[in-house]
T-cell receptor, first 116, second 113 residues
Framework: DTGVSQNPRHKITKRGQNVTFRCDPI?????LYWYRQTLGQGPEFLTY????????KSRLLSDRFSAERPKGSFSTLEIQRTEQGDSAMYLC??????????????FGPGTRLTVL | AQSVTQLGSHVSVSEGALVLLRCNYS??????LFWYVQYPNQGLQLLLK??????LVKGINGFEAEFKKSETSFHLTKPSAHMSDAAEYFC???????????FGTGTRLTIIP
C-alpha cells in the first residue's frame, strides 16, 4: 500500500492555458474522487468514479473541466482555458467499496494550481 | 442536503490542555460523520469516523468524538494536547457512508508551548 499519489504537486500556468493532473489511487481501490480546496475552505466535491464509470459530477465542474478514469486505474483531471478562479488545491481520494459496507476515502497530497 | 458547521476557525490551546473542536451537522437522514486532519502542504488523513455502531468513536493519535443526535453534534476531543497536533481539522458528512463527502470550513489548531 503505497498510498494515493498525485502529479504534479505544483503547477503554475498562465490564464487561458490547458492543464492536466494525474491521480494514481491505492492499488485495487474501485472508487476515485476529485475535490477542490481553495484557501481557507474545506474541500469541495467535484466528481467521482466507480471503476471506469463516472457516477456523479458537481455543478462546480463547468464544461471546461473533464475527468477520466480509463481502465478503472489512474485518473486525469483536465482544465481547459484556465481562469484565475481555478487556482486551488486539487485533491484526489480513493476507496474500496465492498457490497453492503461503507468505504473510507484515502487522500493524496494534492496538486496546487496557480493561474497567473 | 447534508452540511456541517465548524464553530471557530482558529483554536489555540496550551500543550497538555484539553482539545475541543466543535462540529454540528445537518442531515435529513442518519449521517455518517468523519474527522480529517491536514498538515501543511499535505493531503487529508482520516482521524475517525462515525457509522452508527457506537456513539463514542476513538480514533488515531488519542482523539475521540461523540455523536449526539439530540444536539446534532460530533465534537472532536483529546485530553492532552501535543505540539504535533497543530494542524487544520475538518469535519465531514456523507449520506450513506459510501459516497461524496461534504466538508466544513475547517478549524486551525495552534498549540501554545
Amino acid at each position: 500500500d503505497t498510498g494515493v499519489s498525485q502529479n504534479p504537486r505544483h503547477k503554475i500556468t498562465k490564464r487561458g492555458q490547458n492543464v492536466t493532473f494525474r491521480c494514481d489511487p491505492i492499488s485495487e481501490h474501485n472508487r476515485l474522487y476529485w475535490y477542490r480546496q481553495t484557501l481557507g475552505q474545506g474541500p469541495e466535491f467535484l466528481t467521482y468514479f466507480q471503476n471506469e464509470a463516472q457516477l456523479e459530477k458537481s455543478r462546480l465542474l463547468s464544461d471546461r473541466f473533464s475527468a477520466e478514469r480509463p481502465k478503472g486505474s489512474f485518473s486525469t483531471l483536465e482544465i481547459q482555458r484556465t481562469e484565475q478562479g481555478d487556482s486551488a488545491m486539487y485533491l484526489c481520494a480513493s476507496s474500496l467499496l465492498v457490497w453492503g459496507g461503507q468505504d473510507t476515502q484515502y487522500f493524496g497530497p494534492g496538486t496546487r494550481l496557480t493561474v497567473l | 442536503a447534508q452540511s456541517v458547521t465548524q464553530l471557530g476557525s482558529h483554536v489555540s490551546v496550551s500543550e497538555g490542555a484539553l482539545v475541543l473542536l466543535r462540529c454540528n451537522y445537518s442531515s435529513s437522514v442518519p449521517p455518517y460523520l468523519f474527522w480529517y486532519v491536514q498538515y501543511p502542504n499535505q493531503g487529508l488523513q482520516l482521524l475517525l469516523k462515525y457509522t452508527s455502531a457506537a456513539t463514542l468513536v476513538k480514533g488515531i493519535n488519542g482523539f475521540e468524538a461523540e455523536f449526539k443526535k439530540s444536539e446534532t453534534s460530533f465534537h472532536l476531543t483529546k485530553p492532552s494536547a501535543h505540539m504535533s497536533d497543530a494542524a487544520e481539522y475538518f469535519c465531514a458528512v456523507s449520506v450513506s457512508g459510501n459516497e461524496k463527502l461534504t466538508f466544513g470550513t475547517g478549524t486551525r489548531l495552534t498549540i501554545i508551548p
